[in-house]
C-alpha cells in the first residue's frame, strides 16, 4: 500500500512540475501575466516545496530530527506558490472582484501566522515529541490556506465549464476548452481533497504521510489530480480528437 501510495503521489509532483514549466516556457514566449503565475506558482509547489518538506522529516520525525533550514525553505516554496496561484485565479477570474483581492490578502496572512506558529514550536517544543502531533493545530491553519486556493480555483473553472457548456450547444465554444474547465475544476476539488485528506488524519491524531489508509487515499485523490492536470495541459492527440469528433459528426 505505501509504495503504491508513494508512486501516486510522485506521479502527482512530477506532473505538477511538468506543467509548471510548461507554463513558464509559454510564458516566456506571450509574456502573459496568467501563464507566469501559474508556472512559477505550480514549479515551487511540485519541484521544491512538496518534495523538500517530506526531505527534511517534518510529519514523520520527532521535532529535534526535522531538518529545520530545509524545512523552512520548503515552506517558503510552497507558501509562495500558493501564493502565485491565488493571484493567477483572481486575475483570470476575478480580476476586478474586492472580495477576491481580500481572499488573497487573507491567504497572505494565513500562511505568515502558520509559519511564526510552527517555527515557535520546533525552537521551544520537546524534542521528543512528534512533529506531526506537535503542529497539529498550525499545520490545521495552514491547510486551511492551502485547501482555500485549489477549492477557489476549482470552483471557478466549474462556473466557466457550465457557461462554456451551453455555448457549446449552440456551436459558440470549442469542445477542447469546455473540457479543459472541466479538468481545471477537477483538479482543484483533488487537490483540496488531499489537504482534507491531511486535515482528518490529524484530527484523528495520526500523520498523513504514515498512516496507511491516509497515505492510500492521498495516492488516489494525487494520481486522479495528476490525470486531469495532464489531460487539461499536456493532452495526446488522441484525446484531443475524441473531444472534437462530435462535434466534427
Do not use: K
Amino acid at each position: 500500500m505505501e509504495i503504491a501510495a508513494g508512486i501516486a503521489i510522485l506521479a502527482f509532483v512530477v506532473t505538477v512540475t511538468t506543467v509548471g514549466v510548461r507554463m513558464l516556457l509559454l510564458a516566456r514566449r506571450t509574456r502573459g501575466t496568467p501563464e507566469l503565475l501559474m508556472g512559477l506558482g505550480m514549479t515551487l509547489i511540485g519541484a521544491f516545496g512538496y518534495p523538500g518538506a517530506l526531505i527534511a522529516g517534518m510529519g514523520r520525525l520527532p521535532l529535534g530530527e526535522v531538518n529545520v533550514p530545509l524545512w523552512f525553505a520548503a515552506n517558503l516554496s510552497t507558501q509562495v506558490g500558493l501564493l502565485l496561484i491565488y493571484a493567477f485565479t483572481r486575475q483570470v477570474f476575478r480580476p476586478q472582484s474586492a472580495w477576491a483581492l481580500g481572499l488573497c490578502v487573507a491567504a497572505v496572512v494565513i500562511f505568515v501566522g502558520a509559519t511564526a506558529w510552527i517555527v515557535d514550536v520546533l525552537v521551544h517544543g520537546d524534542p521528543s515529541l512528534s512533529s506531526a502531533l506537535a503542529t497539529r493545530q498550525p499545520t490545521a491553519l495552514f491547510l486551511v490556506g492551502s485547501a482555500g486556493c485549489f477549492l477557489w480555483s476549482g470552483i471557478e473553472g466549474g462556473v466557466q465549464f457550465a457557461r462554456a457548456r451551453r455555448r457549446l450547444a449552440v456551436g459558440l465554444s470549442d469542445p477542447v476548452v469546455v473540457n479543459r474547465f472541466l479538468l481545471w475544476c477537477a483538479f482543484g476539488v483533488f487537490a483540496s481533497g488531499i489537504n482534507g485528506v491531511s486535515a482528518i488524519a490529524m484530527a484523528v491524531g495520526e500523520s498523513a504521510s504514515s498512516a496507511p489508509p491516509a497515505m492510500l487515499a492521498l495516492g488516489i485523490l494525487g494520481m486522479l489530480g495528476a490525470g486531469a492536470m495532464y489531460l487539461a495541459f499536456l493532452p495526446p492527440a488522441a484525446y484531443l480528437a475524441r473531444l472534437r469528433a462530435p462535434q466534427a459528426a
